[in-house]
Structure formats: structure tokens, C-alpha cells
T-cell receptor, first 115, second 113 residues
């Protein structure tokens, strides 16, 4: 099974840096994804890690430690538009009807950015 | 532009009726699509894996006779919520994957009254 845990809510101010943590326990691991979701909309892809280490993409970075079952998403130079829910998702190895791995999501972290 | 199109974006139906939601991959052929459900302030819960030309695989606890999935072509999967009840009101999202990335449809807000 999959167990993915992330904080429910976080707040930060404009221009600041925020780190959203995600821990996971899975029966098979084939990558970790971070998505951004605004209320009432579909998730949009932010980052992907399959090997240990840091992946940087503009203002967003994501880190993975497979041995610790741990990832974080780092958002720099926060803007008001970054207020959204951030979803951590783990991909399994596939099987049970899919050769492509299935994505399992955490509950999401609602980030509020204040002026 | 969007690579996965989901329709309708919103639907209101009466209790007891059935509703069909369509998910199309626009730029690539998707042999596999995924259907998720999201309740307010909750995360996306995987309901089923839809495979072109074969039966869908349902996650534990999801009623396959209630949520009918058809994946008749490489670009279209449909989810039909049969005999809908108010507790089925939710946000339904489909996802199609190429080799590297998952693309999501715009979602369908279903309200059963």
C-alpha cells in the first residue's frame, strides 16, 4: 500500500522561502512528483525526482532521499499567486492492469502567501 | 495548450440518473488513463486504471458496477457514474500518461441533487 504524509497547511509572506515536506511509505517506488493545484482546477506538474538529490527548476526545487522516504519542495521568492495546494505524489512500479506506474497522492498542503 | 481534455467541466444531475464523463488525450495516444476523485479539501484518490481494449482495474473499495469505465480507443476513456446519489457529488479528474509525465484533464464537478 501507499502512505504519503504532508502538512495540511502552511503560511508565508511574499518574497520569503518556504519548504513543504513529504514523507512516504510505499510497496514499490518509481518516482516522486510535486503538483500545484488551485481550488477547483486540475493539478499542474511542478517537479519530478526519481534519484536522490536536488532538482532545481527556476523558483522551485525538489529534493528526494529514497532511503529516508522523504522529499521536500522548496519555493523561493514567494508570490501571491503561489497560494495554492501542493500535492506530493508517489508513483509505483505498475502492474495490476497498468504497465505504467500509478500515481498516489498525499492530502496536499494548502499554502497561503500573505503580502 | 491542454493535452488532455475532459468534458463536461460541470454537471448537475438528479439522484438516480447516470452521468458520463469523457477524457480525451489530444497530442498523444494513451493506452492507459487514470480516473481520480477528489472531495473538498481532500487529495486525489485513484479510482481506477483504464486500459484501451480491456477491462479497467479498480482500486480497493471502488464499486466497478457503479463507476463504469470504457476505453474504446487510444484517445478516449469515459467514466459513467450510474444511479448517482448525493454522496457521489465530487470533483472527478482523469489523467493520461506518456512515457514520462502525467497530464490531467480540467476536471468535472459533479453535483447530484
Amino acid at each position: 500500500g501507499q502512505n504519503i504524509d504532508q502538512p495540511t497547511e502552511m503560511t508565508a509572506t511574499e518574497g520569503a522561502i518556504v519548504q513543504i515536506n513529504c514523507t512516504y511509505q510505499t510497496s514499490g517506488f518509481n518516482g516522486l512528483f510535486w503538483y500545484q493545484q488551485h481550488a477547483g482546477e486540475a493539478p499542474t506538474f511542478l517537479s519530478y525526482n526519481v534519484l536522490d538529490g536536488l532538482e532545481e527548476k527556476g523558483r522551485f526545487s525538489s529534493f528526494l532521499s529514497r532511503s529516508k522516504g522523504y522529499s521536500y519542495l522548496l519555493l523561493k521568492e514567494l508570490q501571491m499567486k503561489d497560494s495554492a495546494s501542493y500535492l506530493c505524489a508517489v508513483r509505483d512500479l505498475g502492474g495490476r492492469g497498468s504497465t505504467l506506474g500509478r500515481l498516489y497522492f498525499g492530502r496536499g498542503t494548502q499554502l497561503t502567501v500573505w503580502p | 495548450g491542454a493535452v488532455v481534455s475532459q468534458h463536461p467541466s460541470r454537471v448537475i444531475c438528479k439522484s438516480g440518473t447516470s452521468v458520463k464523463i469523457e477524457c480525451r488525450s489530444l497530442d498523444f495516444q494513451a493506452t492507459t488513463m487514470f480516473w481520480y476523485r477528489q472531495f473538498p479539501k481532500q487529495s486525489l484518490m485513484l479510482m481506477a486504471t483504464s486500459n484501451e481494449g480491456s477491462k479497467a482495474t479498480y482500486e480497493q473499495g471502488v464499486e466497478k458496477d457503479k463507476f463504469l469505465i470504457n476505453h474504446a480507443s487510444l484517445t478516449l476513456s469515459t467514466l459513467t457514474v450510474t444511479s448517482a446519489h448525493p454522496e457521489d457529488s465530487s470533483f472527478y479528474i482523469c489523467s493520461a500518461r506518456d512515457r514520462t509525465e502525467a497530464f490531467f484533464g480540467q476536471g468535472t464537478r459533479l453535483t447530484v441533487v
